[in-house]
């Protein structure tokens, strides 16, 4: 049976309710999220065996949290405690051509304090087939991204299958090292990278070759040459892959993928998502979904990728970080069942 393992940061999310600003609202929504924590839900909801790994505070907040995550169906039994505090974001949603805001209030965090050997790796990778890990954990601190180079050196000792989401946030990078000069050395470890060409760029430092992307249209060529790049830079990869959002306004957006396996790029149809709920947690869907899709479809890279946008899709349906829909659901969105109609 497969067994999925993420790590990273875990977050109290504090949002406006609906549409409100900051400076307008009077109450604010508490919810959790975090990358791999969001990977995590995502694939639990698929019935993968999932365990989400993190440092946690002794306090009512985290005990709140861990709750929410086993009540969700995440194994949360290798979550290490102690520190002072868990982080926590805010988010104004936006509206039309007001774009949403998110400030990050995770300074010392109990995870920004995590060590190498706070972990035991060995315990933790017991059963597991894959290791998911994003660009945000080792730019939290260097405790935590000695931490993370720690979990992909043992993974790649075991064998297991190691993905990535580059996921730059140039916001956190603050201890005195940049994304190029860590970044490249924990991508080595990596079989599956997911990233944008941005992604690309500030992370690993490679850009699209003969392509103008300076216009905002990225055409294929540009993802081609930033995959081939990548797979040239890091032989251990074997798969590359991108996702295509291209935004009209705050509430519609248009949403796709590309996969490129070393041999033939494959493109996924794009959705039209014109009235959007929640867009956090957005890549996050869609990397829960491609591992399921990897996990399950075996050799079917379109499949897995058609998979994992539908799966996003939906995810901007849903208020909250987690993406809480079934396999059956993005199914039968693959299938074209676009009506919404009632399910009685």
């Known amino acids: 049976m497969e067994k999925v393992v993420t790590f990273g940061e875990i977050m109290l999310r504090l949002a406006t309710p609906g549409f409100e600003r900051f400076g307008q609202s009077n109450t604010l929504n508490s919810t959790f999220g975090g990358g791999e924590a969001n990977v995590a839900v995502s694939l639990a909801n698929y019935g993968i065996d999932t365990r989400f790994v993190t440092r946690l505070p002794k306090n009512d907040i985290a005990e709140a949290c861990m709750r929410e995550l086993r009540g969700l169906g995440v194994d949360i039994s290798h979550i290490v405690r102690g520190g002072e505090r868990i982080g926590i974001y805010f988010l104004e949603t936006g509206a039309v051509n007001r774009a949403s805001k998110v400030i990050y209030d995770r300074a010392h965090s109990s995870i920004a304090e995590i060590k190498p050997g706070d972990i035991n790796w060995d315990k933790v990778f017991d059963g597991a087939t894959w290791f998911h890990w994003t660009g945000i954990t080792p730019a939290i ?32 990078w603050k201890y005195g090292k940049s994304a190029k000069e860590v970044m490249p050395e924990l991508v080595k470890g990596c079989d599956v990278i997911l990233g944008n060409e941005e992604d690309a760029e500030m992370a690993l430092g490679i850009k699209p070759e003969g392509v103008d992307v300076t216009g905002g249209h990225v055409d294929s060529k540009a993802y081609l040459s930033v995959s081939e790049q990548i797979m040239k830079q890091f032989s251990r990869c074997k798969k590359v892959i991108t996702t295509l959002r291209s935004s009209i306004n705050a509430n519609h957006n248009n949403w796709s993928g590309v996969l490129y396996d070393g041999k033939q790029l494959f493109e996924a149809p794009t959705y039209q998502i014109t009235h959007i709920v929640d867009r956090v ?17 075996k050799d079917d890279s379109q499949k897995a990728l058609n998979f994992a946008v539908a799966a996003s899709c939906l995810k901007h349906t849903i208020y909250g970080d987690y993406n809480r829909v079934t396999v059956d659901e993005v199914l039968k969105l693959m299938e074209g069942d676009t009506s919404g109609r009632v399910s009685r």
């Open 281 to 297: 947690g957005g890549g996050d869907s869609f990397m829960g979904g491609l591992i399921y899709g990897l996990l399950t479809f």
């Open 141 to 172: 601190s260097e405790s935590a991204m000695q931490a993370c180079a720690e979990a992909i050196k043992i993974a790649n000792q075991k064998g297991i299958t190691v993905s990535t989401d580059l996921n730059y946030r140039k916001n956190l």
